[in-house]
C-alpha cells in the first residue's frame, strides 16, 4: 500500500530555514500524480503549501511563494520542502501527500519555530 | 485564488440524526471538490472527491452532492464515530485551497 513518511527536524530558529523530506513507499514517484506540502497550525484549518510533479514542475500557494522550493528526487522516490525565513506563525504540524484530491497523507510532523 | 466558504463552523447532531455541511466556491470548480475528515491527531483522510464519488471504504451514510458553486456533505445517521472536523477542498484550479472546516459534535 501507499504510505508516506515526513522527516526533519522538529524545532527550527527564527529567520532560518524548514527543511522537510517525504519518503513515499508502495508506488513510485514516476508514475504520475502531484505530491504535495500541506500544513496545519495548531488548533486550525489545512493550508496547501505547494505541489510538485515527477518532472518538476511546481505550484505554489502564492502567500508562500517567495519563501517555498519544493523539489522531487526520483531516483531515491521522495520529495522535500524549504521554507526560508521562518516566524513562529510557520509553526505547524506538516503533511505530505498525493494527488490534487489527496488520497494519501503523511502521518504529519510538528514544527516549531522557536528560539 | 479559489476561496473555499464552510458552514456551519459547528454542527451539534444526536447520534443516528442527519448532519448537512455546506461548502460554497466563489468561482465554479466543476465537481472538483473533495471532503475530507479529521480527528484529533490525526490526518485528514479523504470521504469524497469528483463531488459526489465516495473514496475506498466510505460508508454508503456519507453523499456528496453539488449545485453550480455551492457543495454539501450530507451524513444520514451520524455514528459515533463520525463526530470529527470535516472539510471540503477544489482542485480545479492552482492553487488548491480549503474550506476552514465543520466541526461536527455530540449534541
Known amino acids: 500500500q501507499v504510505q508516506l513518511q515526513e522527516s526533519g527536524p522538529g524545532l527550527v530558529k527564527p529567520s532560518e530555514t524548514l527543511s522537510l523530506t517525504c519518503a513515499v513507499s508502495g508506488f513510485s514517484i514516476n508514475n504520475g500524480y502531484y505530491w504535495g506540502w500541506i500544513r496545519q497550525p495548531p488548533g486550525k484549518g489545512l493550508e496547501w503549501i505547494g505541489s510538485v510533479y515527477n518532472t518538476g514542475s511546481t505550484y505554489y500557494s502564492p502567500s508562500l511563494k517567495s519563501r517555498v522550493t519544493i523539489s522531487v528526487d526520483t531516483s531515491k522516490n521522495q520529495f522535500s520542502l524549504k521554507l526560508s525565513s521562518v516566524t513562529a506563525a510557520d509553526t505547524a504540524v506538516y503533511y505530505c501527500?498525493?494527488?490534487?484530491?489527496?488520497?494519501?497523507w503523511g502521518q504529519g510532523t510538528l514544527v516549531t519555530v522557536s528560539s | 485564488e479559489i476561496v473555499m466558504t464552510q458552514s456551519p463552523a459547528t454542527l451539534s447532531v444526536s447520534p443516528g440524526e442527519r448532519a448537512t455541511l455546506s461548502c460554497r466556491a466563489s468561482q465554479s470548480v466543476a465537481i472538483n471538490l473533495a471532503w475530507y475528515q479529521q480527528k484529533p491527531g490525526q490526518a485528514p483522510r479523504l470521504f469524497i472527491y469528483?463531488?459526489?464519488t465516495r473514496a475506498t471504504g466510505i460508508p454508503a451514510r456519507f453523499s456528496g452532492s453539488a449545485s453550480g458553486t455551492e457543495f454539501t456533505l450530507t451524513i444520514s445517521s451520524l455514528q459515533s464515530e463520525d463526530f470529527a472536523v470535516y472539510y471540503c477542498?477544489?482542485?480545479?484550479?492552482?492553487?488548491?485551497?480549503f474550506g476552514g472546516g465543520t466541526k461536527v459534535e455530540i449534541k
Open positions: 477542498q477544489q482542485y480545479s484550479n492552482w492553487p488548491l485551497t
Open positions: 469528483g463531488a459526489s
Open positions: 501527500a498525493r494527488g490534487n484530491s489527496i488520497d494519501h
